[in-house]
């Protein structure tokens, strides 16, 4: 009996030290953002003038207050504030060091594309291929600074020619951007962004958790507790925005954890990685295509045809009556982005383990999110119930809009 008590003592100390820097991470990110936000606010009569976000007239704005752009800076400060806070608290040195080095090195692969937004939010007036190349320089720069280079996609034919370094490079800066400017694209309503990258790094950071890889689960932890610091400021009034600094800096964060991921744990597959990202990634891949070959317009020009913006317009501003608070219904649109994140987040983690389950896991949210968006665009399902209907591939019969 005494030595079962001894042996639960013993695994009881073991968890507690294995989880102390986890919840310390999370913790001290949090706070600095949460800190660095309220400072923020408090001085933005001196830095209004710059980062006010005065566009309130923008096709895809819907705030009608100026609000300043710079809440991406609080997200950086959390971050850095990791590896500058951890050794006060007694990390394991082996750890302590890796953890550490490999933050310091990724906020500095990061710098470009968090200034290229910066100066946006504060001149708004870098346009959008010199912000691209900023994103991509910053993937290259984590490709060569902390090995963040695809060394396969679970796809037969293309895993043999990522072996060759320019290849892996050149599908890495692909891939990070593409996430880096997602996480921008769903910046428009209170919540909805930072809320995006919370649950896509909760869910990849357990699966690294579950694989032994406490280095990406702390880098999981940084980016979340940074992010929700932020928005404990941003949701649900829309106090603070995280601007396009942010939103290329998290997004890049949350991208680089996905690809070191798969860097670092043979056993998940990427496809499993894609099924929890697979939200964001699927409405930058939409608008791309929505914009350049259905409305013959510029890739980089907003408008106000995202599906969190039809839901806003179609749902929200017709289900959704609190008349006292106007942000109430700006505030709605997240709870349906993280509802569906976080059931596809969920199921991803739970049955997404094996590579044919993952690339159904991905179809699937792939024919639900173009289901959902026909019937926002129409307004009705229509008459007709045929699947081909229903995703916009045949037109429907008239029929009165509800």
């Known amino acids: 009996m005494a030595m079962k008590e001894t042996f639960y003592g013993l695994e009881s100390m073991f968890l507690s030290a294995l989880l102390f820097p986890?919840?310390?991470?999370?913790?001290?990110?949090?706070?600095?953002?949460?800190?660095?936000?309220?400072?923020?606010?408090?001085?933005?009569?001196?830095?209004?003038?710059?980062?006010?976000?005065?566009?309130?007239?923008?096709?895809?704005?819907?705030?009608?207050?100026?609000?300043?752009?710079?809440?991406?800076?609080?997200?950086?400060?959390?971050?850095?504030?990791?590896?500058?806070?951890?050794?006060?608290?007694?990390?394991?040195?082996?750890?302590?060091?890796?953890?550490?080095?490999?933050?310091?090195?990724?906020?500095?692969?990061?710098?470009?594309?968090?200034?290229?937004?910066?100066?946006?939010?504060?001149?708004?007036?870098?346009?959008?291929?010199?912000?691209?190349?900023?994103?991509?320089?910053?993937?290259?720069?984590?490709?060569?600074?902390?090995?963040?280079?695809?060394?396969?996609?679970?796809?037969?034919?293309?895993?043999?020619?990522?072996?060759?370094?320019?290849?892996?490079?050149?599908?890495?800066?692909?891939?990070?951007?593409?996430?880096?400017?997602?996480?921008?694209?769903?910046?428009?309503?209170?919540?909805?962004?930072?809320?995006?990258?919370?649950?896509?790094?909760?869910?990849?950071?357990?699966?690294?958790?579950?694989?032994?890889?406490?280095?990406?689960?702390?880098?999981?932890?940084?980016?979340?507790?940074?992010?929700?610091?932020?928005?404990?400021?941003?949701?649900?009034?829309?106090?603070?925005?995280?601007?396009?600094?942010?939103?290329?800096?998290?997004?890049?964060?949350?991208?680089?954890?996905?690809?070191l991921t798969i860097v670092r744990n043979p056993g998940i597959n990427a496809w499993q990685i894609l099924a929890i990202y697979a939200y964001p990634v699927i409405e930058v891949l939409f608008s791309i295509y929505r914009r350049k070959f259905l409305r013959s317009a510029l890739v980089g020009a907003p408008d106000r045809l995202h599906l969190h913006s039809l839901f806003y317009r179609r749902v929200a501003c017709n289900r959704i009556r609190i008349a006292r608070y106007a942000w109430g219904r700006n505030a709605g649109v997240a709870c349906f982005v993280t509802a569906w994140l976080g059931a596809a987040t969920i199921t991803a983690v739970l049955v997404g383990d094996t590579v044919p389950a993952a690339v159904a896991l991905v179809l699937a949210q792939m024919v639900i999110y173009v289901a959902v968006y026909m019937r926002l665009v129409r307004g009705h399902w229509g008459r007709c119930r045929h699947p081909a209907v229903i995703l916009g591939l045949r037109p429907q019969p008239r029929s009165r809009a509800i």
């Not at 990390?91 to 906020?107: D, F, M, V």
């Open 22 to 259: 986890l919840v310390e991470t999370f913790v001290v990110a949090l706070l600095v953002s949460l800190v660095i936000c309220m400072l923020n606010i408090l001085t933005e009569r001196w830095h209004g003038k710059f980062s006010f976000d005065i566009d309130v007239n923008g096709v895809q704005k819907v705030h009608k207050t100026l609000v300043s752009r710079t809440g991406g800076v609080a997200m950086v400060a959390g971050v850095l504030a990791v590896p500058s806070c951890g050794s006060l608290f007694g990390y394991p040195p082996a750890q302590q060091i890796e953890t550490n080095t490999r933050i310091l090195l990724l906020l500095l692969a990061a710098m470009p594309a968090f200034l290229a937004g910066i100066i946006e939010d504060l001149t708004k007036q870098v346009s959008v291929r010199v912000r691209l190349c900023a994103i991509l320089t910053s993937a290259v720069l984590a490709a060569f600074l902390v090995e963040a280079h695809l060394p396969r996609l679970d796809i037969w034919a293309l895993d043999g020619v990522l072996h060759w370094l320019p290849i892996s490079l050149g599908i890495t800066a692909f891939a990070v951007a593409g996430v880096s400017n997602a996480i921008n694209i769903v910046d428009g309503f209170h919540g909805v962004a930072g809320g995006t990258v919370v649950v896509i790094l909760a869910g990849t950071g357990f699966l690294a958790w579950q694989g032994g890889d406490i280095l990406v689960t702390q880098l999981a932890l940084a980016g979340m507790g940074a992010t929700i610091g932020f928005l404990l400021f941003n949701y649900p009034t829309g106090r603070l925005f995280m601007g396009d600094g942010g939103a290329y800096f998290i997004g890049f964060w949350a991208a680089e954890v996905a690809v």
